[in-house]
C-alpha cells in the first residue's frame, strides 16, 4: 500500500492541486508521465501495473471533468526513453547478463520496432506540442511514446 500511496495517489493528489488553480484561469494543461504498464503489464511488475492503471483511469476521468473550464488533462505513456532510469536498466542487464553495454544497448534496441530508444528531446518536443494551443482539443489520450512497442490497440 506504500507503494501505491508513493505513485498513484501522488500522482492524484498533484493532478487535484493543479487543476483547482487552473480552473481560478480557466485555463490549463495537465500532462501526466505514466508509463505503458498500465494497457499491458509486465512481467513481475504487478504494482506498477495497477498504479499505472489508477493514474490513466483517474486522468481520464478528470479530462472529462475539468474540460468545461478549459483544462486538458493528457498521459504520455514512455517506452524506452534515453534518461538516467534507462542507464540504470542497462547497468543491470550488463551485470544480471554478463553483457557488454554495446550488448545490453543492441538488447534493448532489437525489441523496439524502430530499433532505437527514445530521446529525451522526443517526450519533451511532445508534451510541449500537447502544452500548447494547437492542442486545445486534444483531451483524455493516452499517448505511447515507445517506437510502436506496444502490441494492443
Known sequence: MAAF??????????MKRAAAMMKRHEYGRIIQIVGNLWKEPGDQMFTNSMMNAAIINASKNAATQLAPSG????????GFIATDR??????????????SREEAVQAVASGIPMKRVGSASEMASLAAFIASEEASYLTGQQISVDGGSMKSI
Open 86 to 99: 534507462y542507464e540504470q536498466f542497462i547497468g543491470n542487464m550488463m551485470r544480471k547478463q554478463a553483457l
Open 71 to 78: 483544462i486538458t488533462v493528457n498521459c504520455l505513456n514512455p
Open 5 to 14: 500511496s508513493q505513485k498513484a495517489i501522488a500522482y492524484i493528489d498533484t
